[in-house]
């Protein structure tokens, strides 16, 4: 008879619920892989996807449907503006895909580079410098609350 140590069981309760995680995981994006078993939200949403659905690598099937996700939650405004994304992505060849990805990322990376550019940049200010430029985040901010015909974060972009 074999006799299991206290920290054996529970490596072996780790291993099992782990398994069952991932199994349950694979068999959930497995099922979505089809355009016919997508829910009729999803599909209401993914349209122009249709008739390359099928064909999309498993990865990004995953990541449109995340989109869709966050869909359902968004306001109705967004929900116009990420049909419209949709529907324009649908439309570009894998070429332009695989540009507009690089590009993608290229902004990422320099955003990621100006803002740890900027933090160091403000790492170096002394704390009247650094109360100055508080206030004038605060009356921007104020700004752009109190005039309605600026869009939000307007204020941020006027000098």
Same mark, same amino acid.
Do not use: H, I
């Given at each position: ?77 967004? /929900? ?48 009247? /410098? ?30």
């Amino acid at each position: 008879m074999m006799v299991l140590s206290c920290s054996k069981l529970k490596d072996w309760l780790l291993f099992g619920v782990l398994t069952l995680v991932l199994l349950t995981q694979s068999v959930s994006v497995f099922a979505a892989q089809n355009w016919n078993k997508l829910s009729n939200e999803n599909k209401e949403f993914l349209f122009e996807m249709r008739a390359q659905w099928d064909k999309l690598p498993e990865t990004d099937q995953r990541k449109w449907l995340k989109v869709a996700e966050r869909y359902k939650t968004a306001t109705p405004e967004k /929900q116009e503006k990420m049909r419209q994304r949709v529907a324009a992505w649908a439309q570009l060849t894998p070429e332009e895909r695989r540009v507009a990805r690089e590009n993608f990322r290229a902004l990422k990376a320099k955003r990621m580079e100006e803002s740890s550019t900027n933090w160091q940049n403000y790492q170096t200010l002394d704390e009247e /410098q650094r109360a100055r430029l508080k206030d004038e985040q605060k009356q921007k901010r104020r700004q752009t609350q109190t005039n309605p015909t600026l869009p939000p974060g307007a204020a941020a972009y006027t000098r």
